[in-house]
């Protein structure tokens, strides 16, 4: 497996913006896809979007699609969440997760997780 270390959390305003980290070691970066997903406080944990292994392919939830940016540096085994004009939905502790299946958009498609980092977007 691999195992992740996301960073890069904290609070932040209204229509401000974070970037999140998810370091990874233990096997070769480049073979996997990276998901990010989220998990809201009384809510069950949600996908956010996606990159291929390569980085040229991504896909996202429609909640953040065009505000956040899904990127990967496989030199630096790290994988980036932007999150820009953030609002109060976005608060939730964000993960990253690893995977083999081409396309996956489900937990079940990730085999690895990182142990979240909280993102709280409030005035």
């Known amino acids: 497996q691999v195992q992740l270390v996301e960073s890069g959390g904290g609070s932040v305003q209204p229509g401000g913006s974070l970037r999140l980290s998810c370091v990874a070691s233990?096997?070769?970066?480049?073979?996997?896809?990276m998901g990010w997903f989220r998990q809201a406080p009384g809510k069950e944990r949600e996908f956010v979007g996606r990159?291929?292994?390569?980085?040229?392919?991504?896909y996202y939830a429609d909640s953040v699609k065009g505000r956040f940016t899904i990127s990967r540096d496989n030199a630096k085994n790290t994988v980036y969440l932007q999150m820009n004009t953030l609002k109060p939905e976005d608060t939730a502790v964000y993960y990253c997760?690893?995977?083999?299946?081409?396309?996956?958009?489900?937990?079940?498609?990730?085999?690895?997780w990182g142990q979240g980092t909280q993102v709280t977007v409030s005035s």
């Open positions: 990159i291929s292994w390569s980085g040229g392919s991504t």
């Open positions: 233990g096997r070769t970066f480049s073979n996997y896809a």
């Open positions: 997760a690893a995977g083999r299946a081409i396309g996956g958009r489900r937990e079940a498609d990730f085999g690895s």
